[in-house]
């Protein structure tokens, strides 16, 4: 609706019953209309972060998953099917440390432990991930402790293909 005297949008929640006399005949309407222009405004706000939010990730080339602080996912992006051959819901409830190569997996543990401590490590690190086609891929990834943020609620990992470069190393 709009403001009578300005014309301003304004969205309102309208309630209304019907009073009744004694023999069941209406007698009035009686009701309330609360503006509640500001909580449509937050509303509009959160839907728009959210759309920004599926246009960075959807088609993204980075695997971002969050994690608690023993490596268990709680969320995956569309990412993973790109770089581990699995769709975001079949990642989640798994470990991080499930996909890694066994030789690696400690060095993982450490990591993840370091980064849980606060002390994130600005490098990013090397890990070989088995793909589901059985195929091994090497993937940079980079942790963030949010865990004590309740928006993130974990450990962010972002992880990026680097198997390219790693075989030119190799092949150095």
């Not at 937050?42 to 972060?49: D, F, K, M, R, V």
């Not at 994690?67 to 569309?78: E, F, K, L, R, T």
């Amino acid at each position: 609706v709009h403001r009578h005297k300005t014309r301003e949008r304004i969205w309102v929640r309208e309630n209304a019953h019907v009073v009744r006399g004694a023999d069941g005949a209406e007698l009035y309407y009686e009701g309330t209309v609360e503006d509640i222009t500001g909580q449509r405004l937050t509303e509009l706000a959160l839907g728009a972060s959210e759309r920004r939010f599926r246009a960075f990730i959807e088609n993204s080339q980075v695997l971002t998953l969050v994690c608690d602080a023993h490596g268990q996912v709680i969320y995956a992006s569309p990412a993973s099917q790109r770089l581990l051959g699995l769709v975001p819901h079949e990642v989640l409830r798994t470990r991080v440390f499930d996909w890694l190569h066994p030789d690696e997996v400690a060095q993982a543990r450490e990591e993840l432990l370091r980064v849980v401590e606060s002390r994130n490590n600005p490098d990013e690190t090397i890990h070989r991930v088995r793909h589901a086609d059985g195929s091994w891929r090497h993937l940079a990834m980079l942790g963030s402790n949010c865990l004590a943020d309740p928006a993130v609620g974990g450990v962010v990992l972002n992880l990026r293909d680097v198997s390219g470069r790693a075989r030119a190393e190799e092949a150095l």
